[in-house]
């Protein structure tokens, strides 16, 4: 099979890996060539690494290596029967891109982009052939996160779903089917874990260590919200809490932070500015600030969890209850795509479902605000005994 993939970032790089490491001839375009030599540079250094710890050997390394070809004309991907986009996140750019590549592809090709965040349904309109055209949402490390969203527009057809979710599933990739709406699953379901952690903070009910060290300690997650959002960016991190805000109609469930904004504009990005919620040294990957104030108030840490954890199992019950997603797509989706210790739906069942109406009506009895309205499924799985099937 042949594969192009457009943009020679880390995440463009990374699919072209999968790609390569599923035996397809895969071509790497970029209008950059720096980028390119820079991508065929990790790319060897990756493999080599892959080699010094027993999982490959260099065999191997040739084959994936001699797989992929690196491009800068896009005419290049001409013979491709998958293209993947991985550029910047700006619609008019990537609407450009396909226009073109349109006019070079035979009416075969699957079109798809790697969008997180913009509509595939507006991306296809720009094309001849809209229903060729699809989301395939990969989740950094490519090559090492089982996860990968298929996303069909309403223009995507029934065919073009299908073998496109037989080809990454031969690609040995975890595949969810999501519907074409603002962050898709995780970018959706994950909210609450940073805007609900920001709000007890700005609250003086805990401190960073102390919101973190709870969902660690009593929660199981491996990183905190605050430590999480520094590992991505908070300046990443805001502009996809405001993108979900905005394309949901300014509904306050997806509210930004005026903290995390106020820190992205002090340019407190975390890890890789030195500086965030958190302290870090010169390799930008430990921690120097001291963690001592994390809380040993159990009763404290466990109410902080378990409201940062009922406003998450009422955003996955929420997405169900529109369809977005199948309950067991939903699941899969947070285990596999930002590691969650459990599916939050089954979470949910473990809890009890009426635990979590009643968490959600006493937060909104207290805020009085639509934030906290508690999702129609679990309020009528309440009533009825049910619980979430798979």
């Not at 060539?33 to 892959?50: G, P």
């Amino acid at each position: 099979m042949n594969v192009g993939i457009i943009g020679a970032g880390t995440m463009g790089s990374g699919i072209a890996q999968v790609a390569a490491t599923a035996h397809c001839k895969v071509k790497l375009y970029d209008t950059n060539r720096e980028a390119l030599n820079k991508a065929e540079a990790s790319l060897n250094k990756i493999l080599l690494r892959l080699i010094e710890k027993g999982h490959i050997d260099s065999d191997e390394k040739n084959r994936i290596q001699n797989n992929i070809s690196y491009v800068d004309n896009l005419k290049n991907l001409a013979n491709s029967n998958l293209v993947i986009e991985a550029i910047i996140e700006n619609l008019d750019t990537k609407k450009k891109v396909f226009s073109e590549l349109e006019t070079y592809v035979d009416a075969h090709c699957i079109m798809a982009s790697n969008t997180s965040s913009l509509s595939i349904a507006s991306i296809a309109a720009a094309l001849e052939k809209p229903e060729r055209f699809i989301g395939i949402h990969f989740f950094n490390p490519a090559p090492l996160m089982p996860l990968v969203e298929i996303v069909p527009a309403v223009q995507t057809s029934a065919e073009i779903k299908n073998q496109t979710i037989q080809i990454i599933k031969d690609w040995k990739k975890t595949v969810v089917v999501v519907k074409d709406t603002p962050g898709f699953i995780v970018n959706r379901v994950a909210r609450p874990f940073y805007g609900e952690a920001l709000r007890v903070y700005e609250e003086g009910i805990a401190s960073f260590a102390q919101i973190d060290s709870a969902m660690k300690v009593i929660g199981g997650f491996k990183m905190g919200p605050f430590e999480l959002m520094d590992f991505i960016g908070n300046d990443v991190n805001y502009t996809v809490t405001e993108s979900v805000f905005t394309a949901f109609y300014y509904d306050p469930r997806y509210k930004p932070s005026f903290t995390q904004k106020r820190y992205a504009e002090a340019g407190y990005l975390g890890r890789k500015t030195g500086k965030g919620y958190y302290n870090y040294n010169e390799n930008g990957s430990t921690v120097i600030q001291s963690k001592s104030e994390e809380s040993s108030d159990k009763e404290l840490a466990q109410k902080i969890f378990e409201r940062i954890l009922v406003m998450l199992i009422n955003e996955a019950a929420d997405a169900l209850f529109l369809n977005i997603a199948s309950a067991e797509d939903i699941d899969n989706a947070m285990t596999k795509g930002v590691n969650y210790p459990k599916g939050l739906l089954a979470w949910a069942n473990e809890k009890g479902i009426n635990w979590c109406v009643e968490k959600m009506d006493s937060l909104y009895d207290e805020y009085r605000e639509d934030r906290y309205r508690c999702s129609p499924i679990l309020r009528r799985m309440g009533q009825s005994g049910e619980s979430f099937s798979f």
